[in-house]
């Protein structure tokens, strides 16, 4: 089959790959029909996340239909429409049993490598990294899903992959990130970087009683999709424009009941301490560069609620830790509990209330797709969320 794999910092290949095979009695194979192209998947392409090999293939946003089952797999059978979880998760495990599906015990086999950095494990994830896992990502023309009784989600409608495939991660990411700003009705809410997963905290934030949303970012096409679902929008590269004094100014002094960091470790930034995270993870002094992190903090409301649904990886360096206990501010975070979000997301699209589709502003092959890494790295044509058929 062909399948985009990671050759090296900077390098994608779309090659072609040995198909993937069962390898335990709850395993499944799925043929892949659509998979996307993460913001997290560039902490991969620009080296930032370590234990990749040559040769790893990418993917955790992917969909299709079921090919062959192990014996253990009850709950689906060859023809089934499914959209899987990027987190793997058993669903027997104290975790899974409490629905911390992203700390499930049982899916990393690599569990130690994590535990030197972390004390303890989160769940194996799809085609990110050997220390979460080593599992063979989707995209690709099929793939191996572990646990196929417990992640994959039925899609028993005939509503295009498009609209559904998001279901794998973005879309209850941006909506558990919403939840985890602990947001009341009529609360100004912030959200630095609109991308993918910030577009869907965004729109969740309103579904969640926001009565404004202010958005934060520096692409025009970006910040154009977050006025479309309502949002007021900063763009912070203009000159002169400071995003602390923007949020107080739009908050009567007051600051956000609640800031999403939907940006994480590669965050940019045009001050000085922008300057300092790059020497410094350049040096290996520092891992990520937590810029919207620190300007958060400073700027939620006294008591408020920061969620960060961006994806930190390491040590952070300077980050305002004495402003956070100072004004009492509550903090959550952590990789999506997938598996508590898809089914109620799966209504809302249903029902029309939301058309996750809205973002797509590319459609490619597994061929084009080493060349369009590195478009999405750049941030050039416009590009806001990149989809691959890899049959096409
Ligand atoms: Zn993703
Ligand atoms: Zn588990």
């Known amino acids: 089959m062909k399948a985009v794999c990671w050759m090296g910092k900077s390098s994608m290949e779309t090659r072609t790959v040995p198909d993937p095979e069962l390898i335990n009695p709850h395993d499944a194979i799925i043929k892949v029909t659509r998979t996307a192209i993460c913001g997290s998947d560039l902490h ?69 490598l994590m535990e030197k950095a972390y004390g303890y494990s989160g769940a194996g994830l799809f085609g990110y990294s050997h220390m979460m896992g080593g599992y ?14 417990v992640g994959p989600l039925k899609i028993e409608n005939d509503l295009p992959d498009e609209k559904v495939l998001f279901l794998s991660d973005i879309f209850p990411t941006g909506y558990m990130a919403a939840e985890n700003a ?6 100004t809410v912030a959200v630095w970087g609109c991308g993918p997963v ?10 969640l009683g926001a009565a404004r949303v202010i958005a934060i970012d520096r692409f ?52 000085l301490q922008g300057v300092y995270d790059v020497v410094k993870t350049a040096l290996f002094m520092e891992t990520d560069r937590p810029s919207v ?40 975070m ?3 509990n997938m598996h508590n979000y898809m089914k109620p997301l799966l209504e809302r699209v249903e029902k029309g209330q939301i058309d996750p589709s809205y973002i797509i502003s590319h459609r490619i092959t597994l061929e084009q797709a080493p060349e369009m890494y590195k478009v999405w790295r750049d941030k050039k044509e ?7 058929d890899p049959w096409a």
């Open 182 to 187: 602990q947001i009341q009705p009529g609360d």
């Open 334 to 336: 952590g990789q999506t």
């Open 293 to 332: 992190l620190r300007q958060a903090i400073q700027a939620v409301r006294k008591g408020g609620t920061l969620s960060i649904p961006g994806v930190y990886g390491g040590l952070l360096d300077k980050v305002p830790f004495g402003a956070a206990f100072g004004k009492g501010i509550t903090m959550k």
């Open 198 to 207: 910030g577009q869907f905290a965004i729109a969740s934030a309103f579904m």
């Open 44 to 112: 991969l392409y620009d080296g930032f996340i370590p234990t990749m090999e040559s040769g790893d293939i990418m993917g955790h946003e992917f969909m299709g239909l079921v090919e062959e089952v192990g014996p253990e797999v009850a709950n689906l059978k060859r023809g089934d429409r499914v959209v899987v979880p990027f987190t793997i998760a058993c669903g027997n495990c104290i975790f899974c049993k409490k629905k911390f599906w992203a700390a499930c015990d049982n899916t990393n086999p690599n569990a130690h």
């Open 220 to 271: 025009q096409e970006r910040l154009a999709l977050a006025r479309s679902l309502g949002a007021i929008t900063v763009d912070y590269s203009e000159e002169d424009v400071s995003v602390l004094t923007a949020l107080k100014d739009l908050t009567g002094g007051v600051g956000p009941d609640s800031c999403i960091d939907a940006v994480g470790l590669e965050a940019h930034s045009n001050e």
């Open 136 to 149: 063979a990502g989707g995209q690709a023309q099929y793939v191996r899903v572990p646990f196929a009784n």
């Open 382 to 388: 416009k590009v806001t969320k990149i989809v691959i």
